[in-house]
């Protein structure tokens, strides 16, 4: 009786242990989903550092291709910082996809108008999109590096066999037959070769274990495949039939690696425990680890085609919830796709990172060469519609009231500097930058280019960059490329007119203050304010007065006075 009353009560403790732990974990559910209502259309609190970045860049390191954003032109945009502004991800999936998406121009029309429905049926239907949230959610992110780093490492394992463990296994069992036998004998027997097989687990279970983590991944990975694969949400009914095709063929990997990750050591659970020396005795882990990554190995490309799509939909979702934060301040652009013309309309034109923007607007058929000031703007309105160009073609999305354009290959050379590692001048990077936007407008079966030069051959000799950029600027200006650029010479305008629009950022000087409107104005810059800065910060007079004189003096003459 007295037994029955504690099994009983065994029993009832773990009814209200499991029912604790259901309440709790639906309790928790209840307030992510509420987290994840409040904070939609909000700007990202994360912070990166360089290391992370090199993680979450690791899906796109293993889907490069020639025709997406080069490093330089990424680095000149500052496309991290708007990654970072603009990722609102709850997995290491969509964390990882957004990273590519960004780097990765869509030239094909029918992928981009699906792309937009699915981000428009997200950012409508507010339910659906929970529901697929909370799923990410529970997918969540590696500790610390990008699956693909692990999965990489795998091969490193070599060939796994289970035959020795399998041997052991024998030799304690005989040890147990021979207790039958001869206690004593059988007893030593036994001993001997579960202490083998305890030496024996933690040096093997050391090499296996930095990649269990990987196995939890993959395993939380097809969860959400399986839960995704099985809402009703018609616009990614054919990437749910594909999620769940992808979870079939790996039900054994589930299978094999259920005892791998359920060997949760120093958990304080007596059965646990029990279980923890049983694994560690008979390798019954390192047995299934084996086995488990066989299976594995056998599907790297439906593991790779999950994460695909599970970042396919959570970077849907995010790019709605950004165009959310813009309200009205962002446009569909209307793009061309296999157009032969050049040609760039844009309207209400603003850099995303920008917190109080003043917004342009530009329509042209041939290149843009920007002339201004030093700060009055240039440099910005480059970035502003190369950014423009990038967000319309990757996430269809554009910081922006209308963005019109044929579909582009986007170039630019513009935050360079000295490569002391390779020992190339600052004129030896720009030129090798320069050149390899003219080996893409060289080629006559690309698609059109948009490039963006900031300052052209500004490492060398006024005379021979003058003369070196006109001729490069003209042949930029050729057939199917679109090209802006900005300059302080002025020379340019003149020798470059009739193969660029001139137009110009200004300053306004009053009462010893400059401030600048960041408007573009039509035609070439004819104010300078370089002299005016160095008087308002309090250059002597005489520094002042001969510098002026001196560049009075060229104006007209086209010569340098002494």
């Known amino acids: 009786m007295d ?59 293993k889907h490069r291709t020639e025709e997406q954003i080069d490093d330089i032109t990424w ?22 996809y957004l990273y590519y998406r960004l780097h990765t121009p869509v030239f094909e029309e029918e992928q981009m108008e699906d792309m937009e429905k699915r981000i428009c049926f997200f950012m409508e239907h507010e339910t659906e999109r929970q529901k697929v949230q909370s799923i990410f959610y529970q997918l969540g992110r590696m500790r610390r590096y990008s699956i693909y780093e692990y999965l990489d490492n795998l091969e490193s394992l070599g060939e796994r066999k289970n035959g020795a463990y399998l041997l052991y296994d024998l030799a304690a069992l005989a040890g147990f037959g021979i207790m039958f036998q001869s206690l004593p004998v059988g007893l030593v027997v036994l001993l001997i070769v579960l202490c083998h097989n305890l030496i024996g687990y933690f040096k093997e279970y050391k090499e296996i274990e930095p990649y269990i983590s990987s196995f939890r991944y993959i395993r939380r990975l097809l969860g959400c495949a399986q839960q995704m694969g099985q809402e009703e949400i018609q616009v990614i009914a054919g990437k749910q039939a594909r999620l769940r095709e992808c979870h079939r063929k790996l039900k054994s ?34 047995i299934q680890f084996n086995r488990a990554l066989a299976s594995l190995r056998g599907h790297m490309d439906e593991v790779d085609e999950m994460i695909t799509i599970l970042g396919q939909i959570e970077t849907d979702v995010v790019v709605g919830a950004w165009r959310t934060r813009f309200l009205g301040e962002y446009c569909v652009p209307r793009l061309y796709y296999g157009g032969k013309d050049k040609f760039l309309k844009v309207e209400d034109l603003y850099h995303p990172l920008l917190p109080d923007p003043v917004k342009n607007s530009v329509s042209v058929t041939r290149g843009v060469l920007l002339t201004g000031s030093n700060a009055s703007g240039k440099s910005t309105f480059l970035r502003a519609v190369a950014v423009s160009g990038v967000l319309a073609q990757t996430i269809h999305t554009c910081p922006a009231s209308c963005y019109e354009a044929p579909v582009f290959r986007i170039y630019s050379s513009m935050s360079l500097r000295d490569n002391l590692s390779g020992g190339d001048s600052y004129y030896m990077v720009e030129i090798k930058s320069i050149k390899r936007i003219l080996d893409q407008v060289m080629k006559k079966d690309g698609r059109p280019v948009l490039c963006f030069v900031d300052e052209v051959l500004r490492g060398t000799n006024t005379v021979e960059r003058i003369a070196a950029s006109t001729q490069i600027m003209k042949m930029l200006a050729r057939g199917r490329t679109l090209c802006f650029a900005a300059t302080h010479d002025v020379e340019l305008t003149r020798l470059l ?38 008087k308002m910060l309090g250059y002597d007079r005489s520094i002042i007065e001969e510098a002026e004189a001196m560049a009075e003096g060229f104006l007209d003459s086209g010569s340098w006075g002494m």
């Open 3 to 61: 037994a029955l009353f504690f099994a009983g009560m065994i029993v009832l403790l773990i009814v209200l242990l499991m029912g604790k732990e259901y309440i709790d974990s639906r309790t928790f559910q209840r307030r992510m989903l509420k987290k994840l209502y409040q904070r939609y259309g909000e700007a990202p609190d994360r912070k990166y550092g360089a290391e992370e970045l090199s993680h979450i860049s690791m899906y796109y390191q």
């Open 253 to 286: 990997f589930l299978r094999n690696s259920y005892l791998v990750i359920s060997a949760e050591k120093g958990n304080g659970n007596p059965l646990e425990l029990v279980l923890d020396y049983l694994r560690m005795l008979f390798y019954l882990d390192l």
């Open 75 to 96: 680095n000149d945009l500052h496309l991290d910082e708007i990654y970072e502004c603009m990722n609102t991800s709850c997995s290491a999936a969509g964390d990882e």
């Open 497 to 534: 007119a009739s193969a660029y629009d001139n137009y110009h950022f200004e300053e306004k000087i009053e009462e010893e203050d400059i401030y600048f409107p960041y408007l573009l104005r039509k035609g070439p810059a004819t104010s300078r304010n370089a002299i005016a800065l160095l």
